[in-house]
């Protein structure tokens, strides 16, 4: 069995990709919240603590496919207790990223190219609709700054090399684009499978030829979009997002992997 490598770097508070935000409560000073209510709001926090870390070291392949841990050994790497650990690996089976087996802790689930040919699809057909979307109803100046934004800096990563910033503008433009369509349904349904096509992008990301044709792709949807035009927009964005995902396969493809 494979174990966990010790803590590298403490867990941030802040709420990451495809997790949900749990309200906030009021210090126990000036709520006056005591007893099983703070035990209740503490286990809650560490249980929120527990499922980021350990996602992200899933969708950044830290802890690649197959591995396997006691759900002893994933509570001393966090530093904390069994429980809120426990609930965490629930709530991560039910994302599709480990296996919970009694007695036997938590398994990490590969993908394989069938997960990602139906997660692709998912995302080409969602964010082109968002696309529409925003062309359709507008973009405020700031908006469209957001986006340019995110433009510049694939642009300046691309200049000096930088696949990783490449990969983190891309993310970013990515998650704008379906943040300003304002649909929350639609922005749910993305968030059930982003985080299982990122696991993808990072482990095909040194593999891939340089992303220029990525750039250029970027640049036109949003002209479609400065444009009004809602049918270029979701034109556009779909053969975008059918040739990355087809690319990302055909990669792993080449390089011998059934699965990630």
């Known amino acids: 069995m494979m174990g966990i490598e010790p803590e590298q770097q403490r867990i941030a508070d802040g709420s990451a990709g495809g997790s949900k935000r749990l309200k906030r409560l009021p210090a126990a000073g000036r709520s006056g919240m005591t007893g099983r209510g703070m035990i209740r709001d503490h286990r809650l926090s560490q249980t929120k603590r527990a499922y980021i870390e350990i996602k992200r070291r899933i969708l950044d392949n830290e802890l690649p ?4 841990a006691l759900e002893q050994e994933v509570a001393e790497w966090l530093g904390m207790s069994r429980t809120p650990v426990r609930e965490a690996l629930i709530r991560l089976a039910q994302d599709g990223m480990v296996e919970v087996r009694p007695r036997h802790g938590m398994r990490v689930l590969p993908l394989s190219m069938d997960d990602l040919r139906e997660i692709y699809d998912l995302l ?16 405020s100046a700031t908006e469209l700054e957001a986006l340019e934004t995110a433009l510049s800096d694939m642009e ?16 970013r433009f990515h998650r704008l684009l379906v943040e300003f369509s304002r649909n929350r349904r639609l922005q749910a349904m993305v968030e059930t499978v982003r985080d299982q096509s990122h696991r993808a992008r990072m482990a095909t990301l040194k593999l891939r030829p340089k992303p220029e044709t990525s750039n250029a792709e970027h640049a036109a949807v949003v002209e479609a979009i400065r444009s009004r035009d809602p049918e270029a927009a979701h034109r556009l964005h779909r053969q975008h997002r059918s040739r990355a995902g087809q690319l990302l396969i055909d990669l792993l493809q080449q390089h011998g992997l059934d699965h990630l």
């Open 156 to 171: 300046a990563a691309l200049a000096r090399d930088d696949l990783t910033g490449w990969a983190e503008g891309d993310a």
């Open 124 to 139: 080409t057909g969602l964010e082109a609709m968002a696309a529409e979307i925003i062309a359709r109803r507008g973009l």
């Open 65 to 68: 496919p197959g591995t396997q």
